[in-house]
């Protein structure tokens, strides 16, 4: 008889900190049902009118009671890539921001509301629009022309839904810009309800902190660095102000390395330091991956800083 295989050495896990499996599990599960009502309402876009939310409506309810104990978890969902029609993935990530700034800003949002307007924000690009968000090309005037419209078929679709007004505005709205930059109306900032204003934002730092077919993800630091620089006027100062707070410089699960070389992702925050969070190492300066897990507190090594941050990971999903 063969001798018993011995047991395989324990295979270092995904690179999270110890004991937040149990939390990014059901974070995870909570994602993933988020990434189908998001389907659902783009095939309800496709068929030509949204009628039915209330999926929707209990999964928002749902999220907003566990964020408290969820929120890194899903930041950590939030830098996964999902595979196929980006948009999905963009309206439930759009959704988590909206909700976690709109908390933060302390005015008195109906956060449901708030997190439909999230789900709801890209249905106009259903159909035409979305095959052309996804090409990897470049797009001509007229094909621009298409996507630009998608804030109006946008109207159009939630037209018979229950929502509260402010909230179907802001669908219209979105992409206007101060002095009259955006589309599809060229408003002017006066004219640019809250919720869009904030919808702006967050619809923003999410594109560009996640990879399209047509270019690569920015990292987190370099889009606020974009937002405050040329975005500046353009967006809601306070709203974009709230985002960097809420989220920090590098948020949780973002990559970054040291200037010792070693690398790793942010576990955790220090409010007070946006400069100095807590890092989950991963990787030597070599590039070898570290087969001890540890962490370290960026506050209580002052010779220590973050040298670059190349952007998120990719968990894989439940
Ligand atoms: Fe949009």
Redesign the pocket.
């Known amino acids: 008889m063969a001798a018993p295989v011995p047991a395989p050495e324990p295979v270092p896990g995904p690179s999270i900190a110890p004991d937040t499996t149990a939390l990014d599990r059901e974070a995870a599960r909570l994602y993933d049902r988020g990434l189908e009502i998001s389907a659902s309402l783009f095939d309800q876009a496709r068929r030509g009118q949204i009628t039915q939310i209330d999926e929707a409506r209990r999964w928002v309810e749902q999220f907003l009671t566990q964020l408290p104990r969820l929120r890194d978890a899903t930041m950590r969902q939030f830098w996964r890539e999902s595979p196929g029609n980006y948009l999905y993935a963009h309206s439930v990530n759009v959704t988590i921001l909206l909700l976690i700034v709109a908390q933060g800003t302390n005015l008195p949002w109906r956060l449901d509301e708030i997190g439909l307007l999230g789900l709801l924000?890209?249905v106009g690009m259903a159909g035409a629009a979305e095959s052309l968000a996804q090409q990897a090309r470049a797009l001509t005037k007229e094909e621009w022309e298409t996507i630009r419209q998608?804030p109006k078929r946008n109207e159009h679709l939630v037209q018979s839904l229950s929502l509260s007004p402010e909230v179907k505005e802001a669908l219209g709205q979105y992409?206007e810009r101060a002095e009259r930059q955006g589309y599809p109306e060229h408003k002017d900032v006066a004219e640019i309800n809250e919720p869009a204003r904030l919808l702006a934002c967050c619809?923003a730092y999410e594109s560009m902190t996640h990879a399209r077919p047509f270019r690569p993800a920015m990292a987190p630091a370099e889009a606020v660095r974009h937002l405050l620089t040329q975005g500046a006027g353009l967006f809601d100062a306070q709203f974009l102000k709230t985002l960097v707070k809420e989220l920090s410089l590098y948020p949780i699960g973002s990559r970054v390395r040291l200037n010792t070389g070693d690398a790793g992702e942010v576990c955790a925050v220090n409010r007070e330091y946006p400069l100095r969070p807590v890092i989950f190492l991963t990787e030597d300066a070599t590039g070898t991956a570290m087969t001890e897990r540890h962490t370290l507190n960026l506050l209580e090594h002052p010779t220590l800083f973050i040298r670059e941050s190349p952007g998120p990971r990719s968990p894989a999903s439940s």
């Open positions: 924000h890209d998608h992409h619809d």
